[in-house]
């Protein structure tokens, strides 16, 4: 089954904007956070064989000279999954187009930079299942791409924070709304909808529990109470303390109703709560001085 995350990425994978500066903004985030340089060429790996499909038609788009290489690899770690390589020559017009990146004009309109996040999400990218915590994270080896992504973010007015984590830099999201916010914004209207309908389920749960613990916990109180007023009325009884009649009609409906609440025992008696506290406090201080 696959992951909230894959799901995601299998929407935006699948998703192509009409305006060629916006492609080839998101092509230019593929190559530069998802990739590494390895002898005169980059390597694009992804587990996901859709992105590695995107990364390939956005290229044949913008390099049709230029043909690259595929490979699948089983991973040998984890889940020992097919890992898929896409690797590319640097040729000079590859390396003019990588030499772009963090460029502010490159990306002075708005689906751009939209386009851009979409492709560094798609590269590095992930995003915890709704039904558990709220965090969406992009890693890369680069530290001023990751800086680049987060001013990016900030830019859109979404907070996010960064981090090293052993050789990655990484910057991440962990609000709800601005989760549900960014991937709305770069398209993924099935994601979100997923996320919104988990999210409302997990909020409901929460109440529901609220509720139960307090219940839980008033009733608990009102059990404990009740025990030590009949704890109370049985050291008068046994000290044959003498009680008047009103004392005596409180101390006999509380030993015949030892699971009620003060509220029932007064509705019971016909009487205040208030009043009845103050009956129950007598005996009380009936009961230590008996004690001592």
């Known amino acids: 089954m696959a992951s909230y995350a894959q799901d995601v990425k299998n929407e935006l994978a699948r998703l192509f904007d009409d305006d060629k500066d916006c492609l080839r903004a998101e092509l230019l985030a593929l190559l530069t956070v998802g990739t590494k340089k390895i002898d005169g060429r980059i390597e694009f790996s992804s587990s996901n064989a859709a992105v590695a499909r995107k990364v390939i038609t956005l290229f044949k788009k913008f390099f049709p000279k230029i043909k690259p290489e595929v490979v699948a690899r089983r991973r040998k770690k984890l889940r020992k999954d097919l890992s898929y390589v896409v ?61 680049f992504i987060r001013n990016l973010l900030e830019t859109l007015e979404f907070r996010a924070g960064f ?3 052993k050789k990655f830099f990484v910057v991440w999201v962990r609000e ?27 909020e409901i749960r929460k109440q529901v529990n609220y509720i139960v613990n307090l219940e839980t916990a008033a009733l608990n109180t009102a059990v404990d109470a009740a025990q030590r007023q009949i704890a109370d009325i049985k050291i008068l009884l046994a000290n044959k303390i003498p009680l008047n009649d009103r004392i005596k ?10 699971s009620c ?4 025992l007064a509705e019971k008696l016909h009487i205040t709560y208030d009043t009845l506290r103050g009956r129950l406090r007598r005996i009380n201080q009936l009961a230590r001085s008996a004690k001592n």
Do not use: W
């Not at 979100?192 to 309908?197: A, D, H």
């Not at 009609?249 to 030892?258: D, G, H, Q, W």
């Open 87 to 147: 690797r590319i020559f640097l040729a000079d017009e590859v390396q003019n187009f990588l030499a772009q990146v963090h460029s502010p004009e490159f990306l002075n309109q708005y689906l751009c930079k939209v386009a851009y996040l979409r492709g560094a999400f798609l590269a590095t990218g992930t995003v915890n299942r709704p039904e558990t915590q709220y965090f969406l994270e992009m890693s890369s080896r680069n530290p001023a791409t990751i800086i």
């Open 163 to 165: 981090y090293q984590r």
């Open 176 to 202: 709800a709304d601005s989760i549900c916010d960014f991937l709305g914004m770069v398209g993924a209207n099935d994601a979100v909808e997923r996320f919104e309908i988990a999210r409302n389920v997990k």
């Open 249 to 258: 009609e409180v101390a006999k409906i509380r030993l015949e109703n030892p």
């Open 261 to 264: 609440t003060v509220d029932e």
